[in-house]
């Protein structure tokens, strides 16, 4: 799998970009591991200006620092779950500011958008921006910013990030990319256009399904001062225990997902070519509606896969119980293989018109592929399937 390449030639690559994570905090000790720096607070006036970890801790920095290194950006903030940093970014808008979403967003991020900040005033918007004439309507709606995820979850649709950054700048509209499906390593939504690549650290950065955690990256001083600020006045720090296990899980971020998806791209072509399958959905197949897009903005087809069962509610629930190696469980990204049903899980907050409209039925699952062997992935897909008959 070809990921990205530093533009700067004397740059290391990624996997040496993730795994020296710099200064640990805890020079003359000669530690390999940074240090949990498990306090609340810090004398007054020490050399590295940390106050109250509200507000900063060494384990949020050094966390920070490979983010920004890998993204390739000026500045990122790390949060304590991606629910948080999207908190952070929604709470810098005010009364009246209007949201142009991606219809197809996760779940929570569309509970908190319409249960939450639509009460303090913030109008919320949502289009099919797999539509050209709906990127055209940027000018018209004018928002105060745009909401993007790319694949979107659970449909795994690709949006145009370029098109829509380049309308988006007309009118100097800021667009967030919520980048959690792809991550910095298959796609680059700032070297697209986007103002703010979000990531949900808890899925692939972490990838080892025991820690949560958010991030903000950026190249705009502006909102980065706005995110140190929310991160502060709205509590949505994480903790440094967290922030420690991603710094220890982000090493291994190219290793596993170079098998996760080969893995996924594997098992998509399978399942394709099984009757008791209705339709897949992997952004790098030829079948993919947007297949030319997803392939000239993403470096690989991620380790995602959407796929209808024939069947109903019962028979669909029946074959995520009969796996074996995935686990049906909310979550994804880590290197175990999990099962989710969106419509009774992940987007469960949903209400079922809107589901039907977005086309996420009884009989919908998406699958996240881990780092298991492909074999025993497909045998037990095979097995479960089999089930069924
Ligand atoms: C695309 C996407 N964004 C954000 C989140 C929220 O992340 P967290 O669970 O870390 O709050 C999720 C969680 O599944 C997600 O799938």
Redesign the pocket.
Known sequence: MALYKSNNKNEPGENTRAIHHGKSFAEGTGCVMPPIFQTSTFEHGNIEGFDYTRSGNPNFKILEKVLISLEGCKYGTVFS????A?TAIAASLTNQDVILCEENL?G??IRLFEKIFKNYGLEIISIDFTKTSNIDKISELKPSMIWL?SPT?PLLKIIDIKSICGKAKQDNIPVVV?N??STCLLQRPLDLGATISLL?T??YINGHSDA???AVLTNDKNWQDRMIFSQKSLGLQPSPFDCWLITRGVKTLKLRLKQQVKNASEIADFLALNPLIDSVRYPFRSDHPQFHLAKDQMKAGGAMITANIKGDLEQTFLFCKNLKYFTMA???GGIESLICHPSTM?HASISSNRKAKLGIGDNLIRFSIGCEDFVDLKDDIQQSLNQLL
């Open positions: 779950s991606g629910v948080s999207i996760y929570c991020t995820e979850n919520d959690t499906f949900s808890t899925k949560l955690g958010g909310e979550s994804l992940t």
